[in-house]
């Protein structure tokens, strides 16, 4: 079997997208097509399949793509014991994270400390970092509420509760140090999308309390909820890690229980020896 080929089909699906897998491989584009198009014909089989938005692994492709992810973290691992005596002075990170305002200072600790290490990070919700995690295109994660279980190392980060945003010129704003989750049914309420970790735990602090809270617009991104709330449309709701400084908007704590989330830094056991990983969880307990 030729290993360029794997190592070409094995990037394609860690990043759902030729182009990104040629990034990742520092190579040409119709070069990974080319590996993959000659891997697929030497076995007469298609491994890989296109949707409207990546690139997806057949049934048959899911089988190799586990096969070939042990395999080459296995020959990572190799390099990084051949290298451990000397210096960590270049590398290259996967990252992903549900929070820039935690994992930015990390990085900037990291880059402080291993200046020759590459760094990617992909921003997201929750449940795309947790995908990203699952599906080993990344090393590491910094991700919000996470339940432990085999093969997955955690390491606490801190905890963020949630807050009410709102206009600056809002009635409440200098006159209330805390606001009931039973006061927003008077408030234009805008909302994250159904996968972001914010309204998930809203939402369940509602349900709770027998309180049904409708959105009355949807938002994709953590930004388009502050400039949304900073030009009037309604209130929101943010972790207190994420309160921007803008002088548009203000933020209340909300009152009530299951209001809180815990974030991790967290990889799979089986990345967990590679240096680059141990020097960024050594980054993140000294920060926590």
């Known amino acids: 079997m030729n290993l360029f080929q794997l190592r070409a ?94 994992v930015m200072p990390l990085l900037a600790r990291m880059r402080e400390r291993h200046p020759g290490v590459r760094i990617n990070l992909r921003l997201g919700n929750t449940q795309e970092t947790l995908t990203a995690l699952n599906g080993e295109r990344v090393d590491l994660a910094v991700i919000s509420d996470i339940s432990e279980r085999p093969g997955l190392l955690l390491q606490p980060l801190g905890e963020a509760r949630l807050c009410l945003l709102l206009p600056a010129n809002h009635p409440w704003v200098g006159t209330r140090e805390e606001v009931a989750l039973h006061e927003l049914r008077s408030e234009v309420l805008l909302q994250r999308e159904p996968a972001s970790l914010t309204r998930r735990t809203f939402e369940r602090a509602c349900l709770d309390l027998g309180l049904e809270l409708r959105a009355e617009l949807e938002l994709n991104s953590r930004e388009a909820v502050i400039e949304a709330v900073a030009a009037g449309l309604g209130v929101s709701i943010i972790y207190s890690l994420e309160v921007p400084r803008d002088s548009r908007v203000r933020a209340l704590p909300l009152q009530g229980e299951g209001l809180v989330s815990r974030h991790f830094l967290a990889c799979l056991e089986r990345h967990a020896e590679l240096r680059v990983v141990q020097a960024f969880f050594e980054v993140a307990a000294d920060a926590h």
């Open 9 to 102: 089909f094995d990037a394609v699906v860690r990043e759902g997208s030729f182009t990104r897998a040629a990034e990742r491989l520092c190579i040409s584009q119709p070069a990974v097509t080319g590996h993959i198009k000659a891997l697929e014909e030497h076995y007469q089989v298609r491994l890989l399949r296109r949707t409207a938005r990546q690139v997806e692994p057949t049934e048959l492709g899911r089988r190799l793509a586990a096969i070939s992810h042990a395999l080459f973290a296995l020959a990572d691992q190799a390099e990084d014991l051949l290298d451990s005596s000397q210096a960590l002075v270049s590398g290259r990170l996967e990252l992903a994270a549900d929070s820039p305002h935690l």
